[in-house]
């Protein structure tokens, strides 16, 4: 698995229009098999930054197979106002180094 971040810093659009243009792109990743999840995250400290955290088989799965596949096309048109404001987009190989509390 890959994880792909995309780290927003807006100064012309609002944080509530890039969370619904992911709402409107969401139905394209999830009917991608290349896509095992997503997350968006909204910096408390930060308002005007947000990351997109997104889960890949591959690297080559989300380039190759997600980019010149059926769902790319509308994926993109409904986040294309944001492209300008993307701040970083990389991918990460996870690591060991890992925790979650499952209980409270």
């Not at 997503?38 to 408390?44: A, D, G, K, L, Q």
């Not at 997109?52 to 989300?62: G, V, Y």
């Not at 994926?75 to 979650?100: Q, S």
Request: proline share 8%; hydrophobic share 35%.
């Amino acid at each position: 698995m890959i994880v792909e971040y995309v780290r927003y810093e807006l100064k012309t659009n609002q944080p509530s229009e890039l969370v619904e243009a992911y709402r409107q792109a969401a139905p394209h990743l999830e009917a991608a098999t290349q896509c095992l999840g997503y997350e968006m995250s909204h910096c408390v400290e930060e308002p005007s930054s947000l990351t997109l955290r997104i889960n890949w088989a591959s690297t080559e799965d989300q380039l190759q197979g997600f980019r010149k596949g059926p769902h790319f096309p509308p994926f993109l048109a409904a986040i294309r106002p944001f492209i300008g404001e993307i701040a970083e987009m990389r991918h990460y190989a996870p690591t060991d180094v890992a925790w979650t509390r499952t209980e409270g």
